[in-house]
């Protein structure tokens, strides 16, 4: 479902040469609607014509595939997650650099303009010192049996809290819980604390019956929220009111809320541009793989302190 997008926004950038899946159905399908060519995996791979592969299958795939596109020489994008473990996040990170060869993994909200705004707003002080960042990423559906949220949802927030705090988690607490498949957790809540005295919280789910992507930034003289289901005139918004203690009591002085302008655009197709860029420069992207096995290690440890309320004794 996601690879028609990708395919879509690469056909539209002019630089899509081929698709390949391991359905021939699925591949002849894609091909035609994007008037290229239908290759068998292995073809593909190994096809000198094509500089940069992009990977957007099933989780537990992406190792092998992704090593072998670097064997060949080729640049390679992957979907979130980059590897259900860290060991195989950690065998592409050495095929990648032994083939001197570029990875970006799809944490796609880093290239949405609105989070590129918010950044902006924080380090500009918009907000003052970083206090609390609270991401809540809510839907009904998609719901997997390969993969729990922790891995098919956090990716998308732990990215974007790892780049305002610019740092690793010192101390992390998850508790979740299993309804639909056992042991592939589908509710999950995250709590994050850094050195810095910043924290942070993630609540998940892919069976919520409403929809919610909000990304709430708190600092000292402020807030930012960022609702991705808003549109795009109220995707961001500031709030400035002020606490201060008097005496024995906190006083709040409530502003109204001011809505950032923001241009719109598809973050997919600026994901994409900057994939390109990979390819033709062999320069990062911003989400690299060196910051892709950032967040691969939180997860990591994540899924090791995680506690599921359903398993049974």
Known sequence: ??????????????????????????????????????????????????????????????????????????????????????????????????????????????????????????????????????????????????ESVLFDLCPHDLSLILALVGTVPKKIHCAGASHMTAGVVDFLSSYLGFENGVSAGMQTSWLSPFKEHRLTVIGSAGSLVFDDTKPWPEKLTLYQDQIRLDGEHFLINRASPVALPIAEAEPLKDEMRAFIRCCETGSAAPTDIAKAMTVQQVLDTMQSSLIDMTAKP
């Open 1 to 146: 479902m996601w690879g028609r997008n990708l395919a879509r926004n690469l056909a539209q950038l002019d630089v899509l040469a081929a698709v390949a899946d391991q359905n021939t159905d699925s591949s002849i399908d894609f091909a035609s609607a994007f008037a290229v060519t239908p290759m068998a995996v292995d073809a593909l791979i190994n096809d000198e014509t094509i500089d940069g592969i992009v990977i957007a299958t099933a989780a537990p795939s992406h190792d092998a595939l992704a090593i072998d596109g670097l064997a060949a020489g080729k640049h390679i994008y992957v979907e979130k997650p980059l590897s259900l473990t860290l060991a195989g996040a950690r065998s592409i990170q050495d095929a990648a650099i032994a083939a001197k060869k570029q990875v970006m993994v799809g944490h796609l909200i880093r290239y949405h303009a609105a989070f590129i705004e918010l950044q902006k707003q924080v380090a500009g002080g918009a907000i003052g010192s970083l206090r609390h960042i609270q991401a809540n990423r809510l839907a009904m559906g998609r719901i997997r049996n390969t």
